[in-house]
């Protein structure tokens, strides 16, 4: 089926978005595209440099100037730190790690064989649904969803004869759009509430509540997502490849598992399981060994081991039943095989690893030029001239902070600059600090995936280059995007939906978290 029929058959939200990928296609390789808009910057701080552009930072009171990159001191730094913008690109780091155990499991073939274990008779929206809900409350284990998910979702995918691309897709969507839902306290909820304190005390020093006042909404949220989640993935992205033949991502194996298969997963499963006891042992006890000791022994904190290793244990916790896996079922034969292996999954990250090198150094002149940082403060000025109250000024937040997340990648970053603006005017107005702080966070999730500065945007391309490389295909900026904007739009719309009941109906938003003050 061609792309023009399916849209037609699709109806006008299909039409718009094979536009939308069609249009998106015919821009430069990402690679390409990312070189440019790394130019784009530097000229534009050129510039914004010479009409002497600045704001006040409203946290510190500091005149914010545009750093002209193409001065003698920024193409000195242009020209010096390309290698260290490149080796301190955070995800790069954590995919390659998490490769050395993901590769294992998937090359040995303990995933699919687990999957057709697991998965036989099993309805595909309920996979959906589950994946959904895991991949929306990803935040609890950091940005290792980023990592893990998306592969993994292609996976279960391609196990059970549909598509990859849908699976990719709909797990980073979920990760990324649906980022601050959970049904467990994580550790973003520390870090956006030490931000919203701060700002609170400036208006009234007595301010504090704790790092749950917005857990309630946000439960709520992780469910109602996952259902929306689901509808989106099955009826709008599912339907956009159902023209493709899934034998062409490779061999689609349906048949039981041979005993050899089957004693594999046994005793990878038990293998895991051991793994997972290790694990939990080192979390135990008043100073655990993966605990901070300097705030007694946390596992939550961010110094944590457990916390800042997570990664590590995501690619243990994968590495140990995928070798197990391979041993047993006659898959290695040596050591020497399994990491042949290892290097073969990593030979399928090399798009993914160029594709970082351009989008580190874009990033980090962005950041260098204090571009991001200015536009967020004026962005905060324009939302604080228009004189909004109550629900429309809450609304706004939200649509405030979308537009931020387009040009600040860091959670922590964009909050430290909005914060100081948004809460004690919202304070004056008798607006819960804790109402102000969700109205951000709705925000600042769901443009995630569709942001050039969202660090794991890159990412998306490199998964879908190893199965690209099978199928003869090549998937663009415009088919990303493409497969993005449905799931950014229907959370936008639950949650701006969610967020009027709440208002209107004056509920709590958490433990200490109300809507109104006093």
Known sequence: MSSDLQAKRGGLFEAFLAWIERVGNKLPDPITLFLLLAIIVVIASWLCAIFGVSAVHPGTGKTIEVVNLLSKSGIRMIWSKAVTNFSNFAPMALVLVAVLGTGVAEKSGFLAALMRRMLVGVPPFLVTLILVFVCINGNVAGDSAFVIMPPLAASIYLSMGRNPMVGMFTAFACVAAGFCAEVILALNDTLAYGFTEAAARLIDPDWAASPVINFYFLFVSAILLTIVGTWVSEKLIAPRYAHIDVKVYGKVDSSPLSPEEAKGVKRALIALAIGVVVIILMCLGSDPLLGDPNQGGSLTSPAAPFMSGIIVTVAVLFF???????????????????????????????????????????????????????????????????????????????????????????????????????????????????????????????????????????????????????????????????????????????????????????????????????
Not at 344 to 364: E, G, K, N
Request: proline share 6%; with cysteine.
């Open 320 to 518: 140990i039943p995928g070798a197990v896996y391979g041993f047993a079922s006659g898959k290695y034969h040596n050591d020497k095989e399994m990491f042949a292996d290892i290097v073969a999954s990593f030979r399928d990250m090399a798009p993914y690893i160029v594709l970082c090198f351009f989008c580190a150094q874009f990033t980090s002149y962005f950041g260098w030029s204090n571009l991001g940082i200015i536009i967020a403060v004026k962005g905060a000025e324009v939302l604080r001239a228009m004189h909004f109250t109550g629900l429309p000024l809450l609304i706004g937040v939200v649509f405030a902070s979308c537009i931020v997340n387009l040009f600040i990648g860091s959670a922590s970053a964009k909050w430290a600059i909005l914060a100081p603006v948004f809460v004690p005017m919202l304070m004056l107005l008798n607006l819960d600090p804790a109402v102000t702080q969700i109205a951000y966070r709705i925000g600042d999730s769901i443009t995630n995936p569709l942001s050039p500065l969202f660090y794991y945007i890159p990412l998306i391309f490199g998964f879908a280059a190893r199965y690209d490389k099978d199928a003869g295909m090549h998937t663009g900026m415009g088919t990303v995007i493409a497969n993005m904007i449905p799931f950014s739009m229907c959370f936008t719309v639950v949650w701006i939906i969610q967020l009027c009941v709440w208002v209107l109906l004056d509920l709590p938003l958490g433990p200490g978290g109300g809507i109104f003050l006093g």
